[in-house]
Nanobody, 125 residues
């Protein structure tokens, strides 16, 4: 059974950086895309970034483009989300998810059947 698990959240000041990790098990990163989503209190969960299976095409939401970088390490079967120049509006619970998706569908939550439990990111002074 495919599973994913996030880690790396925490409290950081505005302008700071964090790196989130998503460890995959039960499948290889060539097989499924890995997406990162976040949910702030009182808001809907939104897509942040995705790395597709196969060639690993990457996708970003407009709100994080240029500040966040998604990457994958096949040897560790892990996907990373490097978050730089963090802003208070980046705060929320961050989830990684696995699914067979690519292109314009990457941010659709129903494309991902496998989800982690989430990790809290708080950007505050």
């Amino acid at each position: 059974q495919p599973q994913v698990a996030e880690s790396g959240g925490g409290l950081v000041q505005p302008g700071g950086s964090l790196r989130l990790s998503c460890v995959a098990s039960g499948f290889t990163l060539d097989y499924y895309a890995i997406g990162w989503f976040r949910q702030a209190p009182g808001k809907e969960r939104e897509g942040v970034s995705c790395v597709a299976g196969g060639y690993g095409t990457t996708y970003y939401s407009d709100s994080v483009k240029g500040r966040f970088t998604i990457s994958r390490n096949h040897a560790k079967n892990t996907v990373y989300l490097q978050m730089n120049n963090l802003k208070p509006e980046d705060s929320g619970v961050y989830y990684c998810a696995a699914g067979d998706t690519y292109g314009d569908k990457w941010s659709r939550q129903d494309e991902y059947p496998y989800w982690g439990q989430g990790t809290q990111v708080t950007v505050s002074s």
